[in-house]
């Protein structure tokens, strides 16, 4: 006779417990801020008043001019293997953009947690049908970030109207495992742009809105809501918020480096060997002195930079 394992009973208990709890507590998918403070603990900055970590604005202002190749070198350096998604399509080829994420997940819909959805929804304040209510919570600076199941026909989670409700919100785009209407309408909104799986013209069917502000999938990247986001022509980079500093002033270190590199190169005082190698202290020094004359383009702190100088492996 065939026998079932405690282990296996527990695990089918666990998941029908957690599908029931959906179905008749309502939308139970949306974090509470205690839960959101837990799974971001390791950001120690100011947060929004739901617990979302708050990167500032003067950060997000410096990320806009990092290099897109350098914060994912950093990442990967840190361990973070799985925060970068490519293959998109975009209102806008060259329009990039950053961010703090604001996170939805969407999945098939069903009747029945659908319409718990809803009823709680609308007891908690949202309005409307769920594909709007992630706009709800959009603040200067914040970037949509959804999974809609990389859904097409049908997967269209916004429109012009929605779109430029969304910009007035943010002055940003959005970034959908999913697709998008109205492709002339959209390029119309100045400023705006969308990284999509596609464009189709259909209304959204058969979606439902199953979490907000909750850990989503973005292809091959996990997100988490105040990920700082990147988007560029070469795809979406999501900088996890308590790394969001150190990656920025390390990719503006590299920046200057870079440049002080070419140059020195450029007037033959090095080789691209010397360069390209572990430099001595006698290019330390130089590149010290550089510095000097670069005031209006370094926004590292002294302390930052006397940090990043005594690391051996640059």
Known sequence: ?????????????????????????????????????????????????????????????????????????????AGYYNQFEDGWKTVHDNKAFVGRAVTAMYMPRRPDVEDAILKQGHERGFHGNTNAWPIELLQEGDVYVADGFGKVAGGTLIGQTLATSIFNRTGKGVVFDA???????????????????DFHPSFLEESMLTGLNTPIRIGKAIVLPGDLVLCNKEGVLF??????????????????????????????KYSVGQIDNQWDDAIKLDFLDWLKGQESKVRLTKKQLDRLMEKRTW
């Open 179 to 197: 697709s998008v209407r109205d492709f002339d309408g959209l390029a119309e909104i100045e400023g705006f742009n969308a990284f999509v799986r």
């Open 239 to 268: 900088i996890p918020a308590h790394l969001a500093e150190e990656v920025i002033v390390t990719a503006e270190f590299i920046q200057l480096r870079d440049a002080f590199g070419k140059e020195r190169i450029q007037e033959g």
């Open 1 to 77: 006779m065939f026998k079932v394992s405690e282990q296996y009973l527990n695990l089918r208990l666990f998941v029908l417990g957690t599908l029931l709890l959906l179905a008749h507590s309502g939308w139970s998918q949306q974090l509470s801020k205690e839960e959101l403070i837990f799974l971001t603990s390791a950001w120690k900055g100011e947060r929004f008043e739901d617990g979302r970590p708050h990167i500032s604005d003067s950060l997000l202002i410096r990320a806009q001019h990092i290099g897109f190749d350098d914060a994912w070198t950093i990442l990967r350096n």
